[in-house]
């Protein structure tokens, strides 16, 4: 690995920018946008700056840190294995093309719209470090129907997990146990991982981003308003995680001298 330092990280680089062929074709399909390169697994930078963020102290006292798995792993640290994974949807499925297509007539230019928040969306304030194994947490929560890769439903399911509650992921969080165990309670977790805009303060609660309740079935956005309030949600956590960061970033480099 390219050595690389706190100082070095940049809440606002895109790492589809060091994705090759990321635009490629991003049209083409239905024109609903997409690319079969990944970052999450595709861009060098991503993967430096999760290794440099989230090598330190954990709550439970042991120090992590990640090393390159380069092959066919992303990260590693003993015997757990970590995968990177955005934490921010747009929902840009076929079976919404009725939404997508009322949000199209809503926007002045829905491709720059699109390519603007995919963009941003892709900087590390909406990414995350899961553990990286087949049946995984990551994998269930964006295959459960309950769930659909939704974080705020995926935070309350971790909410819950430390509370001694369930959840539609109980089960993935169980073969998990190992890794979410690493921060010893709820507010270790949302603490570490610099989450502490998606709860209250009293971090008792996780802030809905749409809808009335958890875990409603089809929690989709259903209408182009929904789905522009859904975006602005994703967008506002967004800009306070990089900050949070960044502040963090700043103030690990002033204890350190440099």
């Given at each position: 690995?390219?050595?690389?330092?706190?100082?070095d990280i940049d809440v606002g680089f895109d790492f589809t920018s060091d994705t090759?062929?990321?635009?490629?074709?991003?049209?083409?399909?239905?024109?609903?946008?997409?690319?079969?390169?990944?970052?999450?697994?595709?861009?060098?930078?991503?993967?430096?700056?999760?290794?440099?963020?989230?090598?330190?102290?954990?709550?439970?006292?042991?120090?992590?840190?990640?090393?390159?798995?380069?092959?066919?792993?992303?990260?590693?640290?003993?015997?757990?294995?970590?995968?990177?994974?955005?934490?921010?949807?747009?929902?840009?499925?076929?079976?919404?093309?009725?939404?997508?297509?009322?949000?199209?007539?809503?926007?002045?230019?829905?491709?720059?719209?699109?390519?603007?928040?995919?963009?941003?969306?892709?900087?590390?304030?909406?990414?995350?470090?899961?553990?990286?194994?087949?049946?995984?947490?990551?994998?269930?929560?964006?295959?459960?129907?309950?769930?659909?890769?939704?974080?705020?439903?995926?935070?309350?399911?971790?909410?819950?997990?430390?509370?001694?509650?369930?959840?539609?992921?109980?089960?993935?969080?169980?073969?998990?146990?190992?890794?979410?165990?690493?921060?010893?309670?709820?507010?270790?977790f949302v603490d570490f991982f610099f989450l502490q805009d998606c709860v209250d303060?009293?971090?008792?609660?996780?802030?809905?981003?749409?809808?009335?309740?958890?875990?409603?079935?089809?929690?989709?956005?259903?209408?182009?308003?929904?789905?522009?309030?859904?975006?602005?949600?994703?967008?506002?956590?967004?800009?306070?995680?990089?900050?949070?960061?960044?502040?963090?970033?700043?103030?690990?480099?002033?204890?350190?001298?440099?």
């Amino acid at each position: 690995m390219d050595t690389y330092e706190l100082k070095d990280i940049d809440v606002g680089f895109d790492f589809t920018s060091d994705t090759a062929h990321y635009w490629d074709d991003f049209w083409k399909e239905d024109d609903l946008g997409w690319s079969k390169m990944d970052p999450d697994s595709k861009s060098p930078t991503l993967r430096r700056y999760h290794q440099l963020l989230w090598s330190r102290r954990l709550p439970c006292g042991q120090s992590m840190q990640l090393t390159d798995g380069r092959s066919r792993y992303y990260l590693r640290w003993d015997e757990l294995y970590m995968g990177s994974d955005s934490i921010l949807v747009s929902f840009r499925h076929a079976d919404k093309k009725e939404v997508l297509d009322a949000v199209r007539n809503m926007v002045p230019d829905y491709h720059s719209f699109v390519e603007k928040y995919v963009r941003d969306f892709y900087t590390i304030g909406g990414m995350m470090l899961f553990p990286q194994h087949r049946y995984s947490f990551n994998c269930a929560r964006g295959c459960n129907k309950r769930i659909c890769d939704r974080w705020d439903y995926t935070l309350e399911c971790i909410r819950r997990y430390y509370q001694g509650g369930t959840s539609p992921l109980s089960r993935a969080m169980e073969r998990d146990k190992e890794f979410f165990d690493l921060f010893v309670d709820f507010k270790g977790f949302v603490d570490f991982f610099f989450l502490q805009d998606c709860v209250d303060e009293h971090y008792e609660k996780v802030n809905l981003w749409l809808g009335e309740s958890f875990f409603e079935k089809n929690p989709y956005p259903h209408s182009a308003s929904e789905y522009l309030a859904w975006i602005e949600a994703e967008y506002d956590f967004l800009r306070k995680r990089n900050r949070r960061i960044e502040e963090f970033c700043r103030a690990s480099l002033e204890e350190s001298g440099i």
